[in-house]
């Protein structure tokens, strides 16, 4: 198929310390990608790009497991182009305890930018919990969860490889 490269991207994060050991972040990331009215083209972003504007656990997961939710294009790092398509946001907060140990809260909404006829753009609201504590300077452990309240945009894309299937 013909790759268009000519795509458009933003992102913004502004983080403030509101204390001594918490912190409050927002960011914003614009991705403009597939224009429904062509076909055979990837828009927006490099391949390369796949792990999306900012980490979380489920939307903008770098997890490239095989399968995952259904979808080969999210599942797959050789074929996932992350999110190419959205406009999102993130609030998030930082609290550090102790001198090794980060705690962080996050939320985010996406939409899709451009969809085709019958597809709704919301792709819904992420909820994350992290935990990170640094066993040495260059090793950590990490542990999260996240919660999803997925938009309308899983239901009426076909997002599964021309499978038909939804994620």
Known sequence: GELDLGGLGGYAGVFLPVGPSVSIGLEGAYTRGDDPGTTGRNEGVFSA????P??????????????????SQSSSYGTDFGVRNAVTGKFSAVFTPLKNLSLTGAGLYA????TRAGVDKAMGWEFDV????GITENVSF???VGYAMLGDYWLSAPIAGGAGRKP
């Open 49 to 52: 790009d796949y792990e999306g």
């Open 54 to 71: 900012y980490g979380s656990v489920i939307f903008y997961n770098n997890m490239d497991y095989s399968g995952y939710g259904g979808d």
């Open 111 to 114: 939409a899709a930018d451009q």
């Open 130 to 133: 992290i935990a990170v504590y």
């Open 142 to 144: 990490t542990l999260g």
